[in-house]
């Protein structure tokens, strides 16, 4: 990222050249502060959800019900782990540290994704993330592949190949839960109430109350509004649903012929804000764990530094 200089006019004309192009912005062009510092914001609280989503899903490897649902877990957990660390790089490119984005996190400047304030209580919990929580992730996420800043977008294409399975292993999941005993559709259908109107927050506030979305747009940061993503997820998952054999938990869902959607209730935008100021259910948790993993792991941090700045061996004449 190069500073403004005394021809700022042009070089903003350039940028604004290649957005309206659609082509991809690189760390190296010259970019409005603004613009640079809108990805830092959202890039960061992206990877910040990657790795704090860990921790809901984490607590459960231990207690899947078989090898196999622990492997495809651990699989599935470690994957965010890796979706973290692309985001983090591409995050980098911007001229930021990881060091100083988890500090920015841990004393509550940056945030991450509302839908991980919420506990996982129940086993049917890990499909219904993975499900629900993860499919509304791939609705965010595929068009953020083309978003202008390249190193954003070129990470997206690896983690939306991911987030697929992540989908699928949730939904398989809960099919074969649906396919068992009551105690278990049940335990389903409760956590499908649970999730579901969390997951449409996930999309951010309506698009009349989003601050950030218009600029992001024209940008092209965004390719999609929040409702309109949020519009897309329902439409995705309401079959899915009904393929299950669970219930959405929203009285006012139907089709609706002539706008060719699902009509659906409104969330509860109060909880969404409360969330977002640090007010969710588990947010001290989530924090207080990612604090003492982060400090755990400062010797490797230090040990791999010191490592990387030991002189070049001598290399004999
Ligand atoms: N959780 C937490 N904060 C949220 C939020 C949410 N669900 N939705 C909005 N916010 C915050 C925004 O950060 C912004 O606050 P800020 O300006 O102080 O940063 C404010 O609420 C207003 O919201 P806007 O809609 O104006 O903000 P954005 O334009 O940034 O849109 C977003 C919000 C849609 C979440 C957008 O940032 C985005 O698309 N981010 C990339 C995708 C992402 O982060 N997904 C998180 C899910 S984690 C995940 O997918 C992991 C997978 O493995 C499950």
């Not at 640079?36 to 990657?50: D, F, G, K, Y």
């Not at 790089?89 to 988890?102: I, P, Q, S, Y």
């Not at 791939?138 to 987030?163: D, F, H, W």
Request: charged share 25%; aromatic share 8%.
């Amino acid at each position: 990222m190069t500073a403004a200089t005394t021809h700022e006019p042009d070089l903003l004309a350039a940028f604004e050249e290649t957005i309206a192009r659609h082509d991809r912005i690189e760390p190296r062009d010259w970019v409005p502060e603004r613009y640079r510092a809108t990805l830092v914001r959202q890039i960061a609280q992206h990877a910040h959800s990657e790795i704090i989503g860990m921790q809901p899903e984490g607590g459960w490897i231990s207690r899947a019900p078989s090898l196999r649902r622990k492997a495809v877990l651990l699989a599935k957990v470690q994957d965010e782990a890796g979706h973290g660390l692309y985001l983090y790089g591409a995050c980098e490119t911007l001229g930021v540290t990881r060091e100083e984005l988890v500090e920015r996190l841990l004393d509550g400047r940056q945030k991450y994704s509302s839908i991980f304030n919420y506990p996982a209580l129940s086993y049917a919990d890990v499909g219904t993330i993975g499900w629900l929580v993860d499919g509304a992730a791939i609705c965010n996420q595929v068009p953020l592949c083309r978003t202008s800043y390249g190193p954003y977008g070129r990470a997206m294409v690896r983690i939306c190949k991911e987030e697929s399975f992540h989908q699928r292993q949730g939904f398989e999941l809960l099919a074969t839960m649906m396919g068992g005993t009551e105690e278990q559709r049940a335990m389903v259908q409760e956590s499908v109430d649970r999730f579901w109107w969390p997951a449409l927050m996930m999309f951010g506030p309506p698009d009349a109350d989003s601050p950030n979305t218009a600029q992001s747009m024209a940008w092209g940061i965004k390719r999609d509004t929040n409702d309109e993503l949020r519009q897309k997820f329902v439409d995705m998952t309401v079959p899915q649903a009904r393929a299950l054999g669970v219930t959405l938990p929203d009285p006012e869902l139907r089709w609706n012929e002539e706008r060719g959607h699902h009509d659906f209730g409104e969330p509860d935008w109060a909880e969404l804000a409360a969330v977002i100021r640090g007010e969710g259910p588990c947010n001290a948790q989530r924090i207080a764990h990612r604090r003492r993993v982060w400090e755990d792991g400062a010797w490797v941090r230090e040990a791999a530094g010191a490592y990387a700045a030991r002189p070049a061996p001598e290399v004999a004449p």
